[in-house]
C-alpha cells in the first residue's frame, strides 16, 4: 500500500485524480487535504467519500502546524501538490493570494515533507517522492511556430504563472540545495468534468446554455493546447511511479484550438443536442485580457519516450464526454454558480 498526500484534491484536476487513482488501484490509500476555497468542493468526491482507502482533510497548504502533523499521522509515500489559486483573470486582479498559497504553500509542503522524510543529511526514506503539479503557463508565450520544450526558459507573464515559475524554482532549490527527491510536471490547458465555470470551456457551455453574452477576450485567436483531464491524470501516475527523480516532465497532446474554435464546438453541440434557438449571435468580443500570452503549445516527446504516456482521448471525443457531463449534472453547475460565483461574474463581465 502506498499513501498519497493531495493536496487540493477538491478542484478540478485534484478530484480527477482521486477518483482516478481509487478507481484503479486498491493498494493505494489517498489523503486529500483541501481548504476548500471557491474552487473547492467535496460534492466532486462522493464517489470516493466511503472508501476505506481514503480520508479528508480540510486544511491550507500554508498551515505549518497541520501539514506536519499529517505526516506524523500517516506514513505518506507520496506528495502530489494541485493545491493552488488557479485562474488567471483573479491573479490579475487581486495577485497576492497568489503568492502565498502557490509559492508560501508549495515552500511549506516541500520543508513539512522535508522534514518527515529526512533520515539522515541530504538522505530521505527509500521510495518517496514530491510531485508539483504545474504549467506551461511558466514558459510564457509562443509565437506562430515552435513548442515549450522542458529546456524552454522560464518566462512567465501573469501573477498566476509567475507564481507557479516561482514555486517551480523552490521546487528545483530542494532538489539541487538538499537532494530532496522531486519532480515537476509541465501540463497544457486541462478540460473535463468538475472543472469550475470560471474558465473558458463550462463558462461558455453555462452561458450559451442560459441565453447570455459569449465573451471572447480580444480577437479569440489566441491558441490553447487541450488535453483531456483523464490523460493528465495518467502522466502524474506514470510520473510519480516511474518518473527519475529531478526530472521536468511536460504533458500535452498537441491538440492546439484558437479559443474562437472552441466557442463555435460548444455552441454547434447546444444548439444540436439541447436548444436550436442558440448560435453564433451570442458571441461578444470584449477587451483583451492584460498581458494575454497567445500561444501555448506543448512537446510531449520526453515524457512519450521516457514513460510511455500518451493522451488516450482525442479532442473530438473529449469535448463531446465534457460537454454531455456538464449537461447531466445541471445540479452541480447550479451549486457552483450560486452566491460568491455571482459576484465574481458581475465584477468580472459586467463592470457592476
Ligand atoms: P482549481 O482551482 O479547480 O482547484 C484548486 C484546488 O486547490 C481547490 O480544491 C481549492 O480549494 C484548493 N486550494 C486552493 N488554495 C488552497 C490552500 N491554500 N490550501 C489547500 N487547498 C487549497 O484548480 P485546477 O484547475 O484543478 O488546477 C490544479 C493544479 O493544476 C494547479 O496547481 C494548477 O496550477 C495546475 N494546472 C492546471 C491546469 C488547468 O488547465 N486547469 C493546467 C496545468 C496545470
Ligand atoms: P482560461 O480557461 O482562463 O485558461 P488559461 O488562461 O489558463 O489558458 O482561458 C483559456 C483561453 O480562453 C485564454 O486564452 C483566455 C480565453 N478566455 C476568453 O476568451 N473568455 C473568457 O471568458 C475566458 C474565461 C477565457
Redesign the pocket.
Known amino acids: 500500500m502506498k499513501t498519497y498526500l493531495v ?10 485524480f482521486v477518483l482516478y487513482m481509487l478507481d484503479r488501484y486498491d493498494d493505494v490509500r489517498i489523503i486529500n ?9 467535496l460534492e466532486n468526491l462522493t464517489a470516493v467519500e466511503k472508501n476505506p482507502n481514503y480520508r479528508f482533510v480540510q ?5 505549518k502546524e497541520a501539514v506536519s502533523a499529517l505526516f506524523r499521522e500517516e506514513e505518506i509515500d507520496y506528495v502530489v ?7 488567471v483573470d483573479r491573479s490579475i486582479a487581486d495577485p497576492q ?1 497568489f503568492v ?3 509559492v508560501m ?1 508549495t515552500v511549506n509542503l516541500l520543508q513539512c515533507a522535508k522534514e518527515a522524510w529526512q533520515v539522515g543529511d541530504d538522505t530521505y526514506r527509500d521510495g518517496v517522492k514530491y510531485l ?6 511558466v514558459y510564457g508565450t509562443l509565437g506562430e511556430t515552435g513548442y515549450f520544450m522542458e529546456t524552454t526558459p522560464l518566462d512567465p507573464h501573469s501573477p ?1 504563472s509567475s507564481s ?1 515559475a516561482s514555486a517551480d524554482l523552490f521546487v528545483k532549490a530542494f532538489a539541487d540545495t538538499y537532494k530532496f527527491p522531486v519532480n515537476i ?7 473535463g468534468p ?3 465555470p470560471e ?1 473558458l470551456i463550462p463558462l461558455i457551455m453555462n452561458n450559451t446554455l442560459h441565453h447570455k453574452p459569449l465573451p471572447v477576450y480580444g480577437d479569440g485567436m489566441q491558441v490553447r493546447d487541450w ?1 483531456y ?1 483523464e490523460d ?1 491524470c495518467k502522466a502524474i501516475d506514470m510520473v510519480i511511479r516511474s518518473g527519475v527523480l529531478g526530472e521536468v516532465y511536460n ?1 500535452g497532446g498537441h491538440n492546439e484550438r484558437p479559443n474562437i474554435f472552441i466557442v463555435k464546438t460548444i455552441i454547434s453541440y447546444i444548439k444540436e443536442h439541447v436548444d436550436p434557438e442558440v448560435g453564433e449571435h451570442l458571441i461578444t468580443y470584449v477587451t483583451d485580457r492584460k498581458g494575454h500570452d497567445r500561444r501555448y503549445g506543448i512537446d510531449p516527446t520526453k515524457i512519450k519516450d521516457a514513460l510511455g504516456w500518451y493522451p488516450e482521448t482525442t479532442f473530438e471525443v473529449g469535448i463531446k464526454k465534457t460537454l454531455k457531463w456538464y449537461l447531466e449534472h445541471k445540479d452541480w453547475v447550479e451549486h457552483v454558480t450560486s452566491g460568491a460565483y455571482q459576484s465574481y461574474y458581475q465584477k468580472m463581465y459586467e463592470g457592476k
Open positions: 493536496t487540493g484534491g477538491a478542484g478540478f484536476i485534484g478530484a480527477n487535504l483541501d481548504k476548500l476555497t471557491y474552487a473547492g468542493n486544511a491550507d497548504i500554508c498551515d501538490n494541485f493545491a493552488a489559486e488557479s485562474h493570494i502565498k498559497t502557490n504553500g508539483q503539479v504545474s504549467t506551461d503557463e498566476y507557479k510536471t509541465r501540463c497544457s490547458n486541462n478540460y468538475y472543472q469550475f474558465k488535453l483531464v493528465h504533458v
